[in-house]
């Protein structure tokens, strides 16, 4: 089946910096991704949809200056921190959409953990 | 707007036990709904997914049923395994919502020997 990655899976940052999480996917293109948060026994907060060669579209409420998403190519989103602070720990988490037999679907990755401290 | 909600767990089972894991819905129109399980350390999977009223889901032993006058679609299994331990999550794409997906919290799932 197709395969989504994320890099890095953990990272512990200070307060104040930036930090970059990538989403690849490895055996398929990928015109459009999603970026989620999730919080502890929470479900999963849609952020943005990251479409390829155009600007993200952001839900309510996220800010799109602080989380800065850019989908250069059709196997590759970033998403990037700014300026992270504690209120930003959580666990963010990417899809990639792909046609299949039984319609679109989105593939999962792992999740990346990010602590600010 | 479009929500999803599910039972909370931990959801403890002894091996060979029946599961049931409830999901109910809100959105407009007829959505399209899912079944999601994350393993320990892994990605969300789809399990098993519904596109219209009374179609019913089925993967690995799992079954949903599309109700559309009960808004729900349960997750049920007849003999649960070790294996299945893992996180569950009920999820909805609504008509016209460009693929975007609503999810539950999320219910785990222990099974013990």
């Known amino acids: 089946g197709a395969v989504v990655s994320q890099h890095p899976s953990r990272v512990i940052c200070k307060s104040g910096t930036s930090v970059k999480i990538e989403c690849r996917s490895l055996?398929?293109?990928?015109?459009?991704m999603f970026w989620y948060r999730q919080f502890p026994k929470q479900s999963l907060m849609l952020m943005a949809t990251s479409n390829e060669g155009s600007k993200a579209t952001y839900e309510q409420g996220v800010e799109k200056d602080k989380f800065l998403i850019n989908h250069a190519s059709l196997t590759l989103s970033t998403l990037t921190v700014t300026s992270a602070h504690p209120e930003d720990s959580s666990f963010y988490i990417c899809?990639?959409?792909?046609?299949?037999?039984?319609?679109?679907?989105?593939?999962f990755g792992p999740g990346t953990r990010l602590t600010v401290l | 707007g479009d929500s999803v909600t599910q039972m909370e767990g931990p959801v403890t089972l002894s091996e060979e036990a029946f599961l049931t894991i409830n999901c109910t819905y809100t959105a407009t129109g007829y959505p399209s709904l899912f079944w999601y399980v994350q393993y320990p350390g892994e990605g969300l999977q789809l399990l098993l997914k519904?596109?219209?009223?009374?179609d019913k889901g089925s993967n690995k032993g799992f079954e949903a049923t599309y109700r559309k006058e009960t808004t729900s679609f349960h997750l049920e299994k007849g003999s649960v395994q070790v294996s299945d331990s893992a996180v569950y999550f009920c999820?909805?794409?609504?008509?016209?919502?460009?693929?975007?997906?609503?999810f539950g919290t999320g219910t785990q799932l222990k099974v013990e020997l």
């Open positions: 519904a596109t219209k009223a009374d």
């Open positions: 055996d398929f293109q990928a015109t459009t």
């Open positions: 999820a909805l794409s609504s008509t016209g919502g460009g693929n975007k997906l609503t």
């Open positions: 899809s990639a959409l792909t046609g299949t037999s039984g319609g679109n679907e989105q593939f």
